[in-house]
């Protein structure tokens, strides 16, 4: 029997009720983060070309403030990455698929820690 994949909804990243939106808040963040390291740009570095704090940006890289962010800061996001807006909210399927290795490593290395703790 095949096992099921990781649910995004299992992983309790953020309390975004919608899996749908909270799969797309958590795949752009990853995003933003995989283009900016690309760059070797750190995220301190990142958020003081776009205006933002440090602590913000990772909050966006995380999935976690992504839906409450302005239009504004995206685009401001996406000139300091030098990439066009449209590619960078047009999420792939190749980005999908990075995403839920990372999201499903997380989880993994969450759970370890967990079972370890005590």
Do not use: W
Not at 17 to 31: N, T
Not at 35 to 45: A, H, T, W
Not at 52 to 68: D, V
């Amino acid at each position: 029997m095949k096992a099921s994949p990781v649910k995004l909804t299992d992983l309790k990243i953020n309390n975004y009720e919608d899996p749908f939106l909270q799969h797309q808040y958590v795949c752009l963040g990853h995003k933003i983060a995989i283009i900016r390291l690309s760059m070797n740009m750190s995220q301190k570095e990142l958020a003081h070309l776009v205006g933002i704090s440090r602590s913000y940006l990772s909050k966006l890289e995380c999935g976690i403030g992504i839906s409450g962010v302005s239009v504004e800061i995206l685009f401001k996001i996406a000139q300091s990455l030098q990439i066009n807006i449209g590619k960078l909210m047009h999420l792939r399927i190749k980005d999908y698929k990075t995403c839920n290795a990372h999201l499903t490593a997380h989880y993994k290395r969450m759970e370890f820690l967990n079972r370890h703790k005590e």
